[in-house]
């Protein structure tokens, strides 16, 4: 059964400090693995997206690394603001080969808490 | 402004009684989806479609409908909806299922009595 894992399921970090979420998944035939940010009560937002044959990839604060032989990935958030206090969600694609194309599964989220 | 819509966003309704929301995009994106997000579970896939007329089911189909007859509109249809569909639902579209820039619609909270 293909499945994503986070953690932590959540961690409250002071503003400026540096922290890590993991993402391990099973999943087979793998696409791309995806994070996402989502404020309360608002849609996921895209920060990255990388696939097999990708290790790092940055969006401005936010680092997402990827070990597609493990099947681990982290997001990195680096001197961290209020605003990054939001869910964030890993998302791995399953890559089919009919037309049909792609599933998604979704890990559970890590809730991070950003304090001044 | 480039952006998926849902409607409505907010709903309560009673066991039984036919509902779609509807989803609409404008940005030309060929892919959309459905999910569903409870707490404790995270967001799950209902159903997505590739094109026109070219839909399949995600994670959690049972329930629900959709159709796809034009590129911007993928309603999310729920014949006889049950309490354990009252959840949050997000309507979501991107150029292809490996293009990062997939858009959220707002969301709708669906309340099934």
């Known amino acids: 059964k293909n499945q994503v894992e986070q953690s932590p399921q959540s961690l409250i970090i002071l503003e400026g400090k540096n922290c890590t979420l993991q993402?391990?998944?099973?999943?087979?035939?793998?696409?791309?693995l995806r994070w996402y940010k989502q404020d309360t009560g608002r849609g996921p937002v895209s920060l990255t997206i990388?696939?097999?044959?990708?290790n790092t990839k940055s969006n401005g604060r936010y680092t997402a690394t990827l070990d597609a032989d493990t099947k681990q990935s982290s997001l990195h958030i680096t001197a961290s603001q209020l605003s990054d206090s939001a869910s964030y969600i890993c998302?791995?694609?399953?890559?089919?080969?009919?037309?049909?194309?792609?599933?998604?599964?979704f890990g559970g989220g890590t809730r991070v808490l950003v304090k001044p | 402004e480039a952006q998926v819509t849902q409607n409505p966003r907010y709903l309560i309704t009673v066991t039984g009684k036919k509902l779609t929301v509807t989803c609409s995009q404008n940005?030309?994106?060929?892919?959309m989806s459905w999910y569903r997000q409870d707490p404790g579970l995270g967001l799950r896939q209902i159903y997505y479609?590739?094109?026109?007329?070219?839909?399949d089911k995600g994670d959690v189909p049972e329930g629900y409908k959709v159709s796809r007859k034009e590129k911007r509109n993928f309603p999310l249809i729920l014949e006889s909806p049950s309490p354990n569909q009252t959840s949050l639902y997000f309507c979501?579209?991107?150029?292809?299922?490996?293009?990062?820039?997939?858009?959220f619609g707002p969301g709708t909270r669906l309340t099934v009595t």
């Open positions: 998302v791995v694609s399953v890559g089919m080969i009919k037309a049909a194309g792609n599933k998604l599964t």
């Open positions: 940005m030309n994106h060929e892919y």
């Open positions: 990388m696939t097999f044959s990708e």
């Open positions: 993402c391990n998944y099973t999943v087979s035939p793998f696409s791309n």
């Open positions: 479609s590739m094109n026109v007329e070219v839909t």
């Open positions: 979501a579209s991107s150029l292809s299922p490996t293009t990062y820039e997939q858009y």
